[in-house]
C-alpha cells in the first residue's frame, strides 16, 4: 500500500507540472512544424535532396517531442474524467484500426473476440481508447516481428461487477524482478520510451473505479483491464448480473 501511495504522489506531482507547461510547449511545436513543413516544401521544389533529408529528421524528431508532450497532457487531464454510459466493444472497435495498421506493419496477426452481451460502463470514452492503444502499441512492441495478439471481452469478476478486457501477447514477457515496476512513471525498458504508457493507464483505470493486472511468462504477456459496470460505481442502481443495459434503446 505504501507503495502505491508512493506511486501515486508520484503521479500527481508529474501530472501537475505537466498541466503548468505542456500547453506551453505544445503550441511553439505547432508552429515549428508548420513552418518546418513549408520548409520542406520549397526544399522539395529546389530539389535540394540533401536539405530535405536534414528536415525530415528534424520533423520525425518533433513528432517524438509531441507525443512526450501529448503523453504529459494526458496525465494531468484524467482528473477532469467526463463519464458517460459506453459499450467497451464500442470503444475497441474504434480503436482497432489504428492498432491494425501498426500490427499489420510488424507481421502480427491481431483477433479481436467481441461480445455483445456485456453491461455498459461508465467511462471517458477517449481516455480508455488511449488505455487500449497504449497497451495495444506495447504487446506490438514486445513481439517485434511476428507473433499474435488478442484482444479480448470478458466478464470480469462477478462480485466486483466489472467488465474486462484481456491484451494478450506472444511476446518476450517481462522478467518477475520487473513485473511491479512497469506502472512506475518513466519506468522503461527501450531506447525510445518515455516509461509513461503503463503509468497513464493505470491512473485513467483508477479514476474509473477498474483497474490492470498483468500476468507475464516467457511465452508471452496479458494485460486485464477491468471496469466496473453501469449501475455498481457510486450509484447502486444494479447489481450482480442485472446491469443497466442503456445501450439497447
Ligand atoms: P514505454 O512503452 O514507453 O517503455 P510503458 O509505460 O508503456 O512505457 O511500459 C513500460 C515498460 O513495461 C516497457 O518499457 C516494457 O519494458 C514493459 N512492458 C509493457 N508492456 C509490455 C508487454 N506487453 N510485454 C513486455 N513488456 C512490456
Ligand atoms: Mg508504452
Known amino acids: 500500500l505504501e507503495e502505491q501511495v508512493r506511486r501515486s504522489d508520484r503521479l500527481k506531482m508529474i501530472g501537475q ?12 511545436l505547432t508552429a515549428i512544424k508548420g513552418f518546418m513543413q513549408l520548409l520542406q516544401k520549397s526544399l522539395t521544389e529546389q530539389r535540394m535532396a540533401r536539405e530535405q533529408e536534414f528536415v525530415t529528421i528534424v ?3 518533433l513528432d517524438r517531442v509531441h507525443e512526450l508532450v501529448n503523453e504529459f ?11 458517460e454510459p459506453v459499450r ?8 482497432l484500426p489504428m492498432l491494425r495498421n501498426e ?16 453491461p455498459l460502463v461508465l467511462a471517458d470514452k477517449e481516455m480508455l481508447k488511449q488505455v487500449f492503444l497504449n497497451l495495444g502499441k506495447n504487446a506490438i512492441e514486445a513481439m517485434g516481428k511476428g507473433g499474435s495478439l488478442v484482444i479480448r471481452e470478458r466478464r470480469g469478476d462477478p462480485r466486483l461487477g466489472q467488465v474486462s478486457v484481456d491484451i494478450c501477447d506472444t511476446g518476450g514477457g517481462i522478467p518477475a524482478e520487473l513485473l511491479d515496476r512497469v506502472f512506475d512513471p518513466f519506468f522503461t525498458t ?10 497513464i493507464c493505470q491512473r485513467i483505470v483508477h479514476d474509473l473505479g477498474g483497474h490492470i493486472d498483468v500476468a507475464s511468462s516467457s511465452a508471452g504477456t496479458v494485460f486485464t483491464v477491468s471496469i466496473p459496470f453501469v449501475g455498481v460505481r457510486g450509484s447502486g442502481m444494479a447489481s450482480g448480473g442485472g446491469a443497466l443495459s442503456l ?3
Do not use: C, W
Request: hydrophobic share 35%; no cysteine.
Open 103 to 118: 500490427a499489420m506493419l510488424h507481421d502480427i496477426t491481431l483477433r479481436y473476440e467481441p461480445r455483445n452481451d456485456l
Open 190 to 199: 527501450k531506447e525510445q520510451g518515455t516509461g509513461l504508457g503503463l503509468s
Open 247 to 249: 445501450d439497447d434503446v
Open 73 to 83: 497532457l494526458l496525465l494531468s487531464k484524467s482528473r477532469e474524467t467526463k463519464f
Open 17 to 28: 507540472i505537466a498541466a503548468g507547461t505542456a500547453h506551453e510547449i505544445r503550441n511553439p
Open 88 to 95: 467497451l466493444g464500442r470503444i475497441l472497435q474504434e480503436m
Open 59 to 61: 520533423l520525425s524528431e
